[in-house]
């Protein structure tokens, strides 16, 4: 279905906690969505779609409707593909506003690991009936270690270093030193990160994002609402989404399902890679990045190292100035799934709204991008192309 | 640097409906993966329909001869250090694993492998497949 032009991105809000162990998670998606239906200018009653993934605590989607009391609505889905969730949203909304199942679809997302001390250092507790679990638990499968195991085999296959993952650190902590918001203010070296201590070979602690609790919202509008409101419109110009796993056993850690979900959405949009002007790029791990650039098409595969060192991704210095909030890696993760945070500095830019000294100079094609789930084993791949309209 | 491998304690797996064979054979030392009565190919981890065509598969027994695919030192183990890994067989399927009784700062992609079964936490639990450098 053709998305162009059919819903508008009208509201978009991050809550500013990064810690929050006075709040339930539920209270945080609701003051969420509020951020977001103040910032497009729309009400409470005027909800008719709602959108949220696994976060969404006690019945999911059933909790969340009747805890924010959204009572007209005629849409719902509750897509769940961990941190790339929010983006499958986006583009679900969109084709759902598109065949007039609704007119205002809110998307939230909101948790808070920090506070219940929750990383991916740990094990999750898959219970029974889970058939791949049995075959990796036993092993100490955590999500650091999967995300670590595509480092170790890209370096095997392409001769990327330390250094190189490093570079997106480090990039991160140059955009994230002008967000108030942002968990983690200073700049860091590449020599900081590769002298971070160990946490699961090759990647050590700076290669991580930061464990935060928050959470963010999203709305989209049927055009003719969309050009009553208030704010800047954002549009929805491509989108793509994909599952990859262990293939049977053909496991191949060389690249992610961003190799689907990119062109997918690029087709559609009808528009390349070196089109885009500013890149949110879901940042789990430094290695997380690497892949996407390389499987999106911002360089060729094998070559992600080069393409990041010495700045590229820097804005104002690099060619792809990507995560200008500081992205999961300096400023914010919340429920240890930043999917929405993507979108939403995406938008930021695409308004002409993101820090002055981080902000791309006529900003009117961006992408978001979301990788969910685990690197190494399963997850789920979601590519927005978004524009100033 | 050195990382002598120590052993951690393991938590015994679920044993789900289709899987009883593995864990039975594994208790006799014995690797196994399930291969397709269509298709013929063989996948890891082990379904009772195939993954590739949706055939329905048997047991076959595995050499537990392989090769290290990837691997990470996990610094900070449970609670000593410890090294998950990627291991593909000989058979051509490649498993999630740990690579032990070795010092695991010497574990190198490419490495040949076999299976050694540790045992799991608990009363008559089953014993996990785990790989040593050969």
């Known amino acids: 279905m053709e998305l162009r032009d059919k819903a508008y991105i009208v509201g978009a809000y991050e809550h500013p906690t990064r810690k929050a162990p006075d709040k339930s998670v539920a209270q945080l998606h609701a003051e969420s969505a509020k951020g977001a239906l103040e910032d497009a200018g729309l009400s409470h009653s005027d909800i008719d779609g709602y959108f949220c993934a696994g976060d969404a ?39 759902a506003i598109a065949m007039g199942r609704c007119d205002i679809a809110l998307i939230t997302l909101a948790g808070r690991p920090r506070s ?44 990327t270093t330390a250094e190189q993952l490093a570079w997106i650190k480090v990039a991160a902590s140059h955009h994230a030193q002008h967000n108030p918001h942002a968990m983690l203010k200073d700049v ?12 699961a070979s090759p990647l050590k602690r700076l290669d991580c994002c930061v464990v935060s609790d928050g959470g963010g919202a999203l709305i989209l509008a049927r055009p003719e609402i969309a050009r009553q409101l208030k704010r800047p419109l954002v549009g929805i110009r491509g989108a793509g989404e994909a599952v990859k796993g262990q293939l049977g056993g053909e496991v191949d850690l060389t ?10 959405a690029f087709a559609q949009a009808g528009v390349t890679p070196q089109d885009i002007k500013y890149a949110s790029i879901y940042d789990s791990f430094t290695i997380t990045v690497l892949m996407q650039l390389e499987d999106l098409g911002f360089c060729k595969k094998g070559e992600g190292g080069k393409f990041v060192s010495d700045g590229n991704l820097i804005s104002g210095v690099g060619k792809l100035p990507f995560n200008t909030d ?47 789930g685990l690197l190494g084993s399963r997850h789920g791949s979601a590519t927005l192309i978004l524009e100033r309209v | 640097m050195s990382k002598p491998f120590q052993p951690n304690p393991i938590v015994a797996p679920t044993i789900e409906a289709g899987t009883e064979y593995f864990w039975a054979q594994a208790k006799a030392g014995q690797l196994t993966i399930k291969a397709c009565k269509s298709c013929g190919k063989v996948h890891f981890y082990p379904r009772t329909l195939c993954p590739f065509c949706f055939g329905e598969t048997e047991w076959k027994p595995a050499s537990g001869k392989g090769k290290v695919y990837s691997y990470s030192v996990m610094a900070r183990g449970n609670p000593n250090p410890y090294c998950i890994a990627y291991v593909t067989l000989e058979e051509g399927p490649t498993m999630m694993t740990q690579i032990v009784d070795c010092d695991l700062d010497d574990v190198r992609i490419g490495q040949d492998v076999t299976v050694v079964f540790k045992p799991t936490e608990g009363e008559d639990t089953p014993p996990v497949p785990m790989f040593k450098p050969v």
């Not at chain 1, 036993?138 to 595509?150: D, E, K, Q, R, W």
């Not at chain 1, 860091?188 to 946490?199: A, I, K, Q, R």
């Not at chain 1, 992205?327 to 919340?334: K, T």
């Open chain 1, 57 to 95: 605590p006690g019945l999911g989607m059933l909790s969340m409707a009747d805890y924010m009391g959204l009572r007209n609505l005629r849409h719902i889905d509750s897509t769940e593909t961990g941190g790339s969730s929010y983006l499958i949203h986006v583009s679900h909304a969109a084709q």
């Open chain 1, 188 to 199: 860091v070296t590449v020599e900081d990160v590769v002298n971070s201590p160990m946490v």
């Open chain 1, 255 to 264: 690249y992610s399902a961003a190799r689907t979900s990119g062109p997918l």
């Open chain 1, 116 to 159: 219940a001390g929750s990383s991916g250092l740990q094990p999750r507790s898959w219970g029974s009936d889970v058939p791949d679990a049995p075959f990796e638990s036993p092993f100490g499968s955590v999500t650091v270690n999967s995300y670590a195991l595509v480092a170790q085999r890209h370096m095997y296959e392409y001769g």
């Open chain 1, 326 to 372: 500081g992205g999961g890696l300096c400023n914010n993760h919340p429920a240890n799934r930043g999917g929405i945070t993507k979108v939403i500095e995406a938008v930021r830019q695409l308004r002409g709204e993101a820090h002055p000294a981080v902000q791309v100079p006529n900003c009117d094609l961006a992408l978001a991008h979301g990788t969910g």
